[in-house]
C-alpha cells in the first residue's frame, strides 16, 4: 500500500472515530431526553446482574460486535441512565456473545470432519475462557465488588491522564458534543421536539454501528501486512507473551476481536497453527477489543463511564491472571474445547444446540424470567 | 519483539523465499553431480546434500503457511490465482531436490561417471542442466517472457532426447552397474528439466494450465493482460 494511501486511509479512520465519539454522545442525549419512568422500565429489569449478563450476551449476538455493544453500555451509562454496577455485568456478558461470531465461521469448515473439528475447537475457547472468567468473576463481583473497585481505583489515574481543561470541561467531549447540539437544534427548529430522544438515540446507534465498521475495514487495510507478519511470527515463535500482546496489538488496531479471533479459525482449521499456540492471542484479542469501550468513555460526560470502560480492561486482565499463568488452569479450556468439537463432530446437531442454547436460549430466557 | 508488526509485502517475500529454494537447488545438484562423477567424497557430500534438502523442505513447508496466512488475513480473493501458483512452483522446487538426491543416490550403486567412454557427453549434460537451472531462476525473478518460451522450448526438446539416450542404456549390451546408473541418470535430469519447465510455465501460463505448456496458450493469455 502505497504511503498516500495509507495516510488517506488513517485520515479516514481518525473521521470515523470522531463519527464514534458523537455517535455516543447523541446516544447518551436521547437516552437522557427519555422520561425517568420510561428509563426505569427499560432498564429496571438489568439491575439483576445475571439479567445484566444475559442482556449483554444477547444485544452483542445482536449486532454481532463486542465494541458496538460495549460503547453503547458506556454511552448509556455516561447518561446517568445505567449505573455502572449494572453495566459491568452486561459487559462480561458482551465478552462471551462477542464469540459467536467465530463459533458460525468455523461452521465453514463443516465438510472435513479433522478440519471442523480443530476450527471448532478453536472458536469455543474462547467462549469457554470467557465463561469460565464470567463464573469466577461475576459472583466476586457481586459478593464483593472485585472488578469494580479495582476498576474506580484504575479509573481514576487514568482520568488523571485525560486532556481535560479547568474550568469548561475536555476539549474532546466538547468538539463531540457541537454536531449533536446541531441536530438538537435542527430537530427544535422542525418542531420535532417530541421525538428528539428516539431519534438522536437512533442516530447515536447507526453512528456508532457505521463508524466502527469503517474503521475496522480501513485498519484491516492499512495493517494487513503487519498482521500478517505478527501472525507468521507467532507461527515462528510459538505461544507465550508475545503472542498474547500480538492479539492485543492487532485487536487495538483493527478494533475488532472478532477480526482477530476469526483469522485465527482458519488457521487453526488447516492445522498450521495449534490451539495452544491460537489461545494466547484469543486472550490478548480479549484485551485489546476493550479500547473501544475506552475510547467511548471520553465522549461521555459521566466519569461513571470511564468505571465501566475501566472495569471491562480489568475483567478482561483478571481472567488471564487466572486462567493464563498456570498450565493446569490453562488447560481447562483448551479441554472443555477440544471435547466439544470432537463431540460436534460425531452429533453436528450438537453444534447448533450450543449456539443456540448460550447464545439465544439461556440469555432470553433469563431476561423472561427477570 | 515489535519486529512482527513491520510491515511487508508477503507475497514478495514468498518470491525471494522461492527464489532461494531454487538457489539451493542449484547448490544440490552441484553436490550431487560432483559425487556421482567422482569428484567428491559421497559420504561427506551426502550429509551436506540432506542438510540442503531438508531446508529447501522447510522452506516450502514455511511457504505454504504464509500462503494460508496471506489469504487467511488479506481475503484469498485478492491473490488466490499467484497464492496457487506459488504452492505449485514450491512444489516443483522441492521436487527439484529430491531429484538431486536421487541423481546422489546412484553413487550407492556404485556409479562413477568419471570411467568410461561417454565422460565427455555426460559433462556436457550435466552442466547444460546446471545451466538450465541458473537460466530458470533468472527468467523467474526477472519475469522475462520471451526468455520462458524459449527455455521452455529448450527443455522439450531435451526431454526426448535424454528419452533417446534412456531408451538406449536399457537396450545397450552393456554392463548393467555402467547401464543402469546412466539410464537412471539421464531419466532424473530429463524430470528434473520438467520441473524446471512448470516453474517457468508459472510466469506466463494461466492458473489451470500451470505444467501444460502450449506457446499460443501462453501468448492469448498475455495478450489478454
Known sequence: MSWAETAARLGLTLFFLYLFLAGVKALETGISSFGSDAVDQIFGSVANPIAGLAAGILATVLVQSSSVSTATIVGLVGSGVLPFESAIPMVMGANIGTTVTNTLASLGHVRQSAYFERALAAATMHDYFNLLSVAVLLPLEIAFGLVSRIAIALAGIFDGLLPQVDAGGSPIKDAVAAPVSLVQDALTSLGWLGAEGAILLALGFVLIFLSLWMITRNMRAVMSGRIENAINGILGRGAGIGALIAGVLMTVAVQSSSITTSILVPLVAAGVLTLRNAFPVTLGANVGTTVTALLASVAAESPDALIVAVAHLTFNILGILIFYPWPQLRRIPLQLASWTAAAAVRRKSLVAAYVIGLFIIFPLAVLLIA | ?225
Open chain 2, 1 to 225: 519483539m515489535f519486529s512482527i508488526f513491520r510491515d511487508s509485502d508477503q507475497l514478495e517475500n514468498v518470491e525471494q523465499q522461492l527464489a532461494g529454494m531454487l538457489a539451493q537447488c542449484q547448490d544440490a545438484y552441484r553436490i550431487a553431480t560432483a559425487a556421482v562423477f567422482g569428484e567428491s567424497d559421497p559420504t561427506s557430500s551426502g550429509d551436506e546434500l540432506l542438510d540442503l534438502d531438508r531446508e529447501i523442505n522447510r522452506t516450502e513447508r514455511a511457504i505454504r503457511r504464509e500462503l494460508l496466512v496471506h489469504g487467511t488475513v488479506r481475503g484469498a480473493e485478492l491473490d488466490l490465482g499467484l497464492m496457487l501458483t506459488y504452492m505449485s512452483v514450491a512444489k516443483d522446487i522441492e521436487r527439484i531436490g529430491d531429484k538431486c538426491k536421487d541423481i546422489w543416490e546412484l553413487t550407492g550403486m556404485g556409479a562413477n561417471f568419471s570411467v568410461g567412454d561417454d565422460l565427455e557427453e555426460l559433462t556436457e549434460h550435466r552442466a547444460h542442466v546446471a545451466q538450465l537451472i541458473t537460466w530458470t531462476l533468472d527468467a523467474f525473478t526477472t519475469e522475462d517472457a520471451e526468455k520462458v518460451h524459449e527455455l521452455i522450448s529448450t527443455i522439450r526438446d531435451d526431454a526426448a532426447h535424454y528419452d533417446t539416450h534412456v531408451l538406449h542404456f536399457v537396450q545397450s549390451e552393456m554392463p548393467s552397474r555402467h547401464a543402469a546408473p546412466r539410464a537412471l541418470f539421464y531419466r532424473y535430469i530429463k524430470r528434473l528439466s520438467l520441473h524446471l519447465s512448470n516453474i517457468l510455465s508459472s510466469v506466463v501460463m494461466p492458473v489451470d494450465r500451470l505444467d501444460f505448456y502450449r506457446r499460443e496458450k501462453a501468448i492469448d493469455a498475455e495478450a489478454d493482460q
